[in-house]
Nanobody, 126 residues
Framework: QVQLVESGGGLVQAGGSLRLSCAAS????????MGWFRQAPGKERLFVAA????????YYADSVKGRFTTSRDNAENTGYLQMSSLKPEDTAVYYC???????????????????WGQGTQVTVSS
C-alpha cells in the first residue's frame, strides 16, 4: 500500500501561482511514477501531469503545458506541482496518485494509478 497526503491548495487570483505537495509513504518503491489529476465540479477527473521517480521524466496535459511544472524529491518521497499563470478554468480539486508498476502511466489514464491522495481545493478568482 502507498499513502499519499497532499497540501498547498488555496485561493489565488488569476495570473498567480500555487505549489502543491504530495508526501508519499508505505511501499513507495513499488510505484514508478506520481501523477496529478484534477476534477472540477460536475466534471470527470482529468490528467494534469506525471513524473517518474527514476529519471524524472515528465508529461503534461496540453491545457497546462508551459504553466505547470511537476518535480519530485526522492529523498523525501515527495512530489510537487508548481502552478503558474493560473486561470479561473484551473479551479478544481487536485489529486496526486501513485502509478501502477507495469502500466503505461505516462498516458494519463486513471486506471494506471492505484493509490490516490485526499485531494486539495484550488480556486482561481478572476
Amino acid at each position: 500500500q502507498v499513502q499519499l497526503v497532499e497540501s498547498g491548495g488555496g485561493l489565488v487570483q488569476a495570473g498567480g501561482s500555487l505549489r502543491l505537495s504530495c508526501a508519499a509513504s508505505g511501499r513507495t518503491f513499488s510505484s514508478p511514477a506520481m501523477g496529478w489529476f484534477r476534477q472540477a465540479p460536475g466534471k470527470e477527473r482529468l490528467f494534469v501531469a506525471a513524473i517518474s521517480w527514476r529519471g524524472g521524466n515528465t508529461y503534461y496535459a496540453d491545457s497546462v503545458k508551459g504553466r505547470f511544472t511537476t518535480s519530485r524529491d526522492n529523498a523525501e518521497n515527495t512530489g510537487y506541482l508548481q502552478m503558474s499563470s493560473l486561470k479561473p478554468e484551473d479551479t478544481a480539486v487536485y489529486y496526486c496518485a501513485a502509478a501502477n508498476s507495469g502500466s503505461r502511466w505516462w498516458l494519463g489514464q486513471r486506471g494506471s494509478y492505484d493509490y490516490w491522495g485526499q485531494g486539495t481545493q484550488v480556486t482561481v478568482s478572476s
